[in-house]
């Protein structure tokens, strides 16, 4: 049964850096089939996606235009995980942080978020 | 602005059937593939439907998923208590590189 475990603080200053973690169990960060993803929930926001990475010959990764310029995902194939870090935060990156795999479900074509993390509230504030 | 819309609540009475529909906004992205979540208070989306129509295992045939042209349905039929959450449609989109959620729809069942 695969598993995502979220682990990182709760609490980031305005202009310092959000990192969290994703350990994964009973699958692979280096899986030719499923790519690794951060996903971001706030009631003015709603469901956003942040971006992914994903190894198929290489590891490639894509991020959401608006923090393109703020974030990095970064694999850990030597302890099986994935991170979140998110550069010059401010009040409106308060959220809840998910981590989720995707993956073709049932063949070809029907790439979904089917595995998500437990869920991590970061809030930003002095 | 999200570029799927959908109306931000629905409701409905026991063994009801209701549908929430998803519309994509640019006329030029009718090739979305749709797939719909459902998110329980307190917990994390759970996917319900894949590429429009297709149910994973393990979810009740109570629910279905259809799309015509730029807009996508999800329909719940014999509705019960415990179907009260929030749903959301979401796609990827090949402009944007980046998958994009609909804004969600709350569903009250009466």
């Known amino acids: 049964q695969v598993q995502l475990r979220q682990s990182g603080p709760g609490l980031v200053k305005p202009s310092q850096t959000l990192s969290l973690t994703c350990a994964i169990s009973?699958?692979?960060?280096?899986?030719?089939?499923?790519?690794w993803n951060w996903i971001r929930q706030s009631p003015w926001r709603g469901l956003e996606w942040l971006g992914r990475?994903?190894?198929?010959?290489?590891?490639?990764?894509d991020y959401v235009e608006s923090v393109k310029s703020r974030i990095t995902i970064n694999p850990d194939t030597s302890k099986n995980q994935f991170s979140l870090q998110l550069k010059s935060v401010t009040p409106e990156d308060t959220a809840v942080y998910y981590c989720?795999?995707?993956?073709?479900?049932?063949?070809?074509?029907?790439?979904?978020?089917?595995?998500w993390g437990q869920g991590t509230m970061v809030t930003v504030s002095s | 602005q999200s570029v799927l819309t959908q109306p931000p609540s629905a409701s409905g009475t026991p063994g009801q059937r209701v549908t929430i529909s998803c519309s994509e906004s640019?006329?030029?992205?009718?090739?979305?593939?749709v797939n719909w979540y459902q998110q329980l208070p307190g917990t994390a989306p759970k996917l319900l439907i894949c590429r429009n129509n297709q149910r994973p295992s393990g979810v009740p045939d109570r629910f279905s998923g259809s799309k015509s042209g730029t807009s996508a349905s999800l329909a719940i039929s014999g509705l019960q208590s415990e179907d009260e959450a929030d749903y959301y449609c979401?796609?990827?989109?090949?402009?944007?590189?980046?998958?994009?959620f609909g804004g969600g729809t709350k569903l009250t069942v009466l």
């Open positions: 990475t994903f190894y198929r010959s290489k590891w490639s990764y």
């Open positions: 989720v795999r995707s993956q073709d479900i049932v063949g070809p074509g029907t790439n979904a978020f089917d595995i």
């Open positions: 640019r006329s030029d992205i009718g090739s979305y593939v």
């Open positions: 009973g699958d692979s960060v280096s899986s030719k089939s499923a790519a």
């Open positions: 979401a796609a990827w989109d090949d402009s944007l590189k980046g998958w994009v």
